[in-house]
């Protein structure tokens, strides 16, 4: 029982996410606050009113939010006009002012209201906020809606680019909430993370400095292992360089990650079938494919204005988002569908889903230069470079350009290349998705390695008449951590033995379990976590206030300062992680009671701990744009160019954000301290393992515990900033 509830965890967290959705559409009747007209004579609003009534089932569930700007808004859309904000009337935050039934997206924007009303109403300058005269207005027509603005200066930074003036606010979370949750995470950190501390039984393993660069403690000897198979067991004609392909040997598992922490899923015949039926994953790759030359399409011939064209919302707001999502609870079933990878396979092969060992590729060796992963993080700062500072998410024809210049990288690299090398080395998706998804609780692993070891075709690797070898140059009999696992599914078809399944499992499987560790992944999981609070912070008004502040006093130019504020803000988290480390493995070689290890190896190893916090933070973040945004998608597939078509009859629907604010809050402060406690068990394991006794141990965790419950703040932080939301246009 109690292995069971460690694995399906995950999936009781999801529809507890599910259940809190619901429920903030379906509160108890709220009382909708009657505001009081500002006294004449004072010449300021009256206070809130006592007055409450009930709302009329007459009432319009459209809010008349201000005019001149949101006057034409299609009847059921209803919109805050405190934070311009789309809301649900359902969410129950609402007040009367003059007659007029107004909608916000929580109590504190509807007691600002409430204070003074009349500055939230009337034609206001979409550029500058501020009340129009009638007299001296000029207007400006934008999607079929005519606009004032208070100066022709206005209207020509209005017509320029129309959409950055329908941003909206959306607040952080509340202040009190803030400092609770801050006192949380100090309560888990010095109390639960010492509970974990005592019941801890991990073996040390018997730790050495590296003998070179890429060998590490518990990995296997480059010159005489590849994959954890025996030397000679593979053909070397077939194999890439073993520094590159090293895997961690076969180990036993570790307590509280046991094979009895399993459930295979390919014990349903009706799992298996679709796992082994080739027709069925082209079916799948088909749908994704459609999809991925619609975003083309779209982005290339269809209206540019993002707000009526389906690329940006599909691509950066329900894949991008969804992504995390996916990730935490299917693994790399991205991979499984990845439309580049089906484009240029069947280019490649010509055939759809039969297996076929003819092909037109080159079958060259991937540069042993390149045997790493550092061209993937290159291209996921860059994609980051070019999304943030370019504003890409707006930009449809660039969304298209950038999606077409994945694909032609992987139809480049199908047929220059053996297998899948742009899988496994070069793709900023996979290797991103691939450091998140040793959290996953999906995973393909052999039943049996005794039956792997005494495998003589090793038709996982090499292939077989119905599969082919493991696109990823991985042996799946040794197979201990989801990396470099794309769960194409070829090992389970080739395997004579029916001896690999697919488990699910608890969360952070690979993480607490002395896995494989290498030098570039380690630096991408901390880039991973500067990017992902780089990317919230960028969303506030703070980052606008640094650039406006290098721009100006150094005279750089946007992007120069652009640039420069996110460099700096890149290292300096790894420059602190680096400082904390050097601090903590003083501190644990100082009383170790194994061999010591070297700094370097210390600073690999750890860096792996703080993948939940970035995780879980990325996830919080994304969350909010699928929730709030997503639903847009609606409207969008009856018109994805943007062309006046009713395809499927939704045009006209405008289904509001799915979540309220206040519910949001909750979920968001609850996966950062959930992506907090799992990085502290992770790291307190990674750190018995390496220095044995506890004392040890402990003594060594406080730094590394410093700087995780600072980055965990520095999370929770950026969710108590108002963020800009360019997208509410869409």
Excluded at 68 to 89: I, L, Q, S, W
Excluded at 200 to 219: C, M, W
Aim: charged share 15%.
């Amino acid at each position: 029982m109690k292995s069971l509830l460690k694995i399906f965890l995950p999936y009781s967290f999801f529809f507890g996410l599910l259940i809190a959705v619901f429920a903030s559409h379906r509160r108890a009747d709220q009382p909708v606050v009657t505001v009081v007209a500002p006294s004449p004579t004072a010449g300021v609003a009256t206070p809130v009113s006592s007055a409450i009534t009930l709302p009329k089932k007459s009432d319009p569930h459209a809010s008349m939010a201000q005019a001149g700007e949101t006057k034409n808004r299609a009847p059921g859309r209803a919109t805050d006009p405190v934070c311009h904000m789309e809301v649900a009337p359902s969410w129950g935050f609402s007040a009367r002012y003059k007659g007029h039934l107004y909608h916000f997206c929580t109590t504190a924007c509807r007691d600002r209201f409430a204070t003074n009303p009349e500055a939230y109403l009337g034609a206001r300058c979409v550029v500058c906020r501020q009340r129009v005269d009638p007299q001296r207005a000029v207007t400006a027509t934008y999607m079929g809606n005519t606009y004032q603005l208070c100066s022709e200066e206005h209207r020509a930074q209005f017509k320029a680019d129309p959409a950055s003036y329908f941003m909206h606010t959306m607040w952080g979370i509340p202040p009190w909430m803030y400092y609770v949750s801050i006192g949380f995470v100090l309560l888990v950190s010095f109390g639960a993370f010492d509970l974990l501390d005592r019941r801890s039984d991990v073996p040390a393993v018997a730790t050495r400095k590296p003998s070179n660069r890429t060998r590490l403690p518990g990995t296997t000897p480059a010159a005489s292992q590849i994959d954890g198979t025996q030397p000679g067991t593979l053909p070397s004609s077939r194999l890439d360089d073993a520094s590159s392909h090293a895997q961690a040997t076969i180990t036993p598992d570790l307590p509280g990650t046991t094979q009895t922490d399993r459930l295979d899923l390919l014990q349903s015949r009706l799992v298996r079938w679709l796992v082994t039926s080739r027709r069925f994953r082209f079916a799948c790759q088909a749908i994704i494919v459609a999809l991925f030359f619609l975003v083309i399409a779209a982005g290339l011939f269809g209206n540019q204005n993002p707000a009526l064209n389906i690329a940006p919302l599909l691509t950066w707001t329900i894949w991008w988002g969804g992504l995390v999502v996916l990730i935490m609870f299917a693994g790399k079933a991205w991979c499984y569908v990845c439309p580049w990878d089906a484009v240029a396979g069947w280019m490649q092969r010509w055939h759809f889903w039969r297996k076929t060992d003819e092909g037109m590729g080159l079958d060259l060796k991937w540069p042993r230069a390149l045997r790493n992963i550092v061209l993937a993080t290159l291209l996921f700062v860059g994609l980051t470079w070019i999304e943030l500072g370019f504003g890409v998410t707006m930009k449809p024809r660039i969304t298209a350009y950038l999606a077409i210049a994945m694909l032609l990288m992987a139809i480049v690299s199908a047929f220059l290349f053996e297998r899948k090398g742009f899988c496994r080395y070069a793709c900023l998706v996979g290797r991103v998705s691939g450091l998140y998804a040793m959290f996953s609780g999906v995973e393909i692993r052999p039943k049996s390695q005794d039956v792997c070891r005494t495998c003589v075709g090793k038709e996982c690797y090499r292939g077989s008449q119905t599969a082919y070898g493991c696109p990823t140059f991985l042996f799946p009999g040794n197979l201990s951590e989801n990396t470099y696992c794309i769960q194409c599914t070829e090992c389970i078809q080739a395997c004579p033995q029916d001896n690999l399944a697919l488990n699910l499992r608890p969360w952070g499987a690979d993480l607490v379990s002395q896995h494989r560790v290498r030098t570039d992944e380690a630096y991408l999981a901390l880039l991973m976590l500067s990017i992902t609070g780089f990317h919230g912070l960028t969303m506030t008004p703070n980052w606008n206030k640094l650039i406006d502040w290098l721009d100006g006093s150094f005279s750089l130019g946007h992007v120069v300062a652009f640039s420069l504020g996110m460099s700096g803000l890149m290292l300096l988290p790894i420059l602190i992680y680096a400082a904390l480390v050097y601090i903590s493995y003083r501190l644990g070689n100082s009383g170790a009671t194994v061999e010591k290890m070297s700094y370097r190896g210390y600073f690999i190893r750890y860096a792996y701990a703080l993948l939940p916090i970035a995780l879980f933070y990325h996830l919080a973040h994304n969350l909010e744009h699928l929730l709030m945004e997503g639903p847009k998608i609606v409207t969008l597939i009856s018109d994805p160019f943007g062309w006046g078509w009713n395809l499927f009859g939704t045009l006209n629907w405008h289904v509001p954000p799915l979540v309220s604010l206040d519910v949001l809050w909750i979920l968001q402060v609850l996966l950062v301290l959930v992506g907090h406690v799992f990085s502290l068990h992770v790291a307190q394991r990674t750190s018995v393992r390496l220095f044995g006794g506890r004392r040890a141990a402990w003594r060594s965790q406080l730094p590394m515990l410093a700087g995780m419950i600072a980055f965990s703040v520095f999370s929770l932080w950026l969710l108590k900033q108002p963020m800009e939301m360019r997208t509410s246009a869409m």
